[in-house]
């Protein structure tokens, strides 16, 4: 089963902030954040592999709960490039290869 | 890094019809590759992965199937359109598990 997404979307004013988590009901191997613009591919964020990481750049930031069944993406001071689809991706062992993705997080910025 | 090659980018095929949908990859070796489709406003489902030449994994039993003949080429296929194929096919590419996935640009089917 995929991990499931929150909120299913969400409409901000640019320089509001968002956070979109991606939750399981067993633990993640490790879990990669992607963009999706209309019409095009998924483009990486970034990639969260420990129990308790957190990392971050500009305004875009994402954490990896200890028992690695939660992860969160944060979007601060939103602009309107950041409109789009955001999906969490994973698998849940190493060496698995079956990579999925969440259910997906629509998110509009508007002006 | 990566680069994925997929075309067509755009294809309209009648209902019943052939169906073959070629990746290959350049940057990278003994990559894993992977199949998606999404369907209009939908999430990317998992059809196919493959960790090496002409080994296939299925996750969706419908009339696609999928082949590696070439450590860089991803064949998916289907004998018979069903007009719920239609949707954005999506070919991807990573070097390992502690990786991200690199997608081509896509192939928006319309079955009609």
């Known amino acids: 089963q995929q991990p499931v997404q929150s909120p299913q979307a969400v409409i901000l004013r640019e320089g509001e902030d968002a956070v979109i988590n991606c939750s399981s009901s067993?633990?993640?191997?490790?879990v990669h954040w992607y963009r999706q613009k209309h019409g095009e591919a998924p483009v990486f964020l970034m990639i969260l592999l420990k129990g308790g990481e957190q990392k971050g750049h500009d305004k875009i930031s994402a954490s990896f709960n200890e028992k690695k069944q939660q992860s969160s993406l944060y979007l601060t001071a939103s602009q309107l490039s950041y409109s789009g689809t955001y999906f969490c991706g994973t698998e849940y062992a190493k060496g698995t290869y079956k990579y999925i993705f969440g259910t997906g997080t629509r998110l509009k910025v508007l002006a | 890094s990566q680069t994925i090659h997929q075309w067509p980018a755009t294809l309209v095929q009648p209902v019943g019809s052939p169906l073959s949908l070629e990746c290959t990859v350049e940057g990278t070796s003994n990559p894993n590759l992977y199949w998606y489709r999404q369907a209009a406003g939908r999430g990317l489902q998992l059809l196919f992965y493959s960790v090496g030449i002409g080994q296939i994994s299925s996750e969706v039993p419908q009339n696609l199937s999928a082949s590696r003949p070439q450590d860089r080429q991803f064949i998916l296929s289907s004998k018979k359109l069903l007009l719920s194929d239609s949707g954005f096919y999506l070919c991807?590419?990573?070097?390992?598990?502690?990786?991200?996935?690199?997608f081509g640009n896509g192939t928006r089917l319309t079955v009609t």
């Open positions: 991807a590419s990573r070097d390992s598990s502690d990786s991200p996935l690199h």
């Open positions: 067993k633990a993640l191997y490790s």
